[in-house]
């Protein structure tokens, strides 16, 4: 019996000493489930971008007015800038992303301007002939016009871009490019306006004489002037305008330079349902109100693209400085001075820009 109980009292201290390993084994593991977890918490990268906007693709035509050039007058859109912000969160343990990001741009104003100013004068010689047989009459009349027209006409464009999109890491490369799909909306917009006055204003200067051949010869002359002015002016609107949305697919990614420095580069495709109109309003003094509107729905290709050397200079912050672009295939409405049509116009919106971006 004694050994027996020898037996059994190892036995359950090896079975007490096995649980204890176990626990602390169990224990171990979770441990290292928690840390390999908190490897890879969610991350949010912030951006904010300020750029130089240049607006290329076409002239934006409208039909024209008095002092302003006939048929038409062209307007080339002006320097102008864009500022813009975006997003991206990165599930945690995951290599998804959820990105979005808006940005607005304005163009300077573009103008033209016209003074003119014109004169013509007359000159007439009348004789009456004998009246009542004793008196001969002449009339001269000089009279002088000078017309005046004075017009101005502004033209200014912006664009709204906001991007919606769902990123995935794909591994390859140095930086792990992301491949991102989505949809974009883009509104863009031309507006112009002009306005002008015309004056007109007339002198004439009329002269009689009267010749008399009675017994006592007299000469009579008398003199009068009358004046008249007439102005008018007018104000015309032009609004061309682009809204579209659609799908797009994008790629953005990094590559290491030396150090902190990296070379960033990003482009993207998208096809955009877009409903298209062209609005023109004239006003008159004296006259009435003018109003048409051209519009259709159209399918829009779109392509954007941007490079950037960027440096981080935090674990958390980069600045970077790049050049970008966004090109609409023939996305605004307006005249065509060949036929007197309205077709598409192209629409690039590109510049250099900085950007400042954190990672939290």
């Not at 130089?52 to 006939?70: H, I």
């Not at 007439?124 to 101005?152: H, R």
């Amino acid at each position: 019996m004694p050994p027996t109980q020898s037996s059994l009292r190892g036995s359950l201290l090896s079975g007490a000493s096995a649980l204890a390993m176990s626990v602390s084994t169990s224990g171990a593991q979770a441990q290292n489930v928690t840390n390999t977890l908190s490897v890879a918490p969610p991350t949010t990268t912030v951006w904010v971008e300020g750029a130089l906007s240049l607006t290329d693709g076409g002239s934006f035509n409208v039909p024209s007015f008095p002092g302003l050039g006939a048929p038409y007058t062209s307007f080339n859109a002006r320097n102008g800038f864009e500022g813009a912000v975006g997003f991206d969160y990165r599930w945690p343990n995951q290599p998804w992303h959820f990105v979005f990001d808006f940005r607005y741009g304005q163009s300077g104003t573009a103008t033209s301007n016209s003074a003119s100013s014109s004169s013509s004068s007359s000159h007439s010689f009348q004789t009456s002939g004998f009246i009542n047989s004793s008196v001969l009459k002449t009339t001269t009349i000089d009279k002088k016009t000078t017309n005046s027209a004075t017009a101005q006409a502004l033209e200014r464009e912006r664009h709204i871009v906001a991007d919606f999109m769902v990123g995935r890491d794909i591994g390859v490369g140095a930086n792990a490019p992301q491949v991102q799909f989505g949809f974009r909306i883009a509104d863009l917009r031309a507006t112009g306006q002009a306005q002008g006055t015309m004056q007109s204003t007339s002198r004439t200067d009329t002269q009689r004489t009267f010749y008399s051949s009675s017994a006592f010869p007299s000469i009579v002359t008398t003199k009068s002037s009358t004046s008249a002015a007439s102005s008018s002016s007018f104000f015309a609107r032009w609004n061309s305008r682009f809204f579209g949305v659609g799908p797009r697919i994008a790629v953005v990614g990094g590559v290491p330079i030396a150090g902190t420095w990296s070379f960033d580069y990003g482009a993207g495709i998208a096809g955009l349902f877009a409903d298209r109109s062209l609005d023109l309003s004239v006003s008159t003094n004296p006259g009435a109100l003018f109003q048409t509107k051209f519009s259709n729905n159209d399918f829009v290709f779109n392509a954007d693209g941007s490079l950037a050397v960027s440096y981080k200079f935090t674990n958390n912050y980069k600045f970077s400085v790049g050049v970008r672009g966004d090109f609409y295939n023939a996305a605004l409405l307006t005249f065509n001075p060949a036929n007197g049509g309205v077709v598409g116009t192209n629409r690039i919106y590109w510049g250099p820009f900085v950007r400042l971006t954190g990672t939290f």
